[in-house]
């Protein structure tokens, strides 16, 4: 849950061609989610850029009110303390961003997952012996509600 992880499993008969089919899959997210965190992350950058700026401004401002006390110039230590606030939540935001990688790579299976032959004999003699028990008690039904000559 909110782990970010995920897990691609490729089922077919052919053991190598579901190698083969993996390996294709995870290079493709790989290759989107490398675009996707590059595009955050310059916008990010670029966010954090414009924050610097709108700081210094403020600081500009901050240094005229203290040249000219009379001036009467917006509550620039709020906006100063929110900027910083912004900033910092960008910041936080790129630390948070994390890459797209690879855990584990795709392996080929020693055994083939598909068809389980233990399994499926297990299942049809189960089945078997429920449709032959069906079946005499069935038989002794029927038996028994033929009329009687």
Known sequence: KDTN?????VRL???????????EIVKSYLEYGQSIYLRQ?????NQVKELDGLIEKTHASSSIQNMFPSM??????????????????????????????????????????????VRNIFIG???????????????EYWEKSKPKK
């Open 5 to 9: 992880f995920f897990v691609i499993k």
């Open 13 to 23: 008969n052919d053991r190598n061609l579901s190698y083969s089919l993996a390996k």
């Open 41 to 45: 992350y310059v916008l990010l950058e």
């Open 72 to 117: 009467i110039i917006p509550d620039y230590k709020v906006q100063l303390r929110d900027l910083f606030s912004q900033k910092f939540q960008l910041e936080s935001q790129l630390v948070a961003a994390k890459e797209f990688k690879v855990i584990d790579e795709p392996i080929v299976p020693n055994s083939p997952i598909s068809p389980n032959k």
């Open 125 to 139: 003699c189960i089945i078997g012996l429920m449709a032959g028990v069906f079946g005499a008690f069935f038989m």
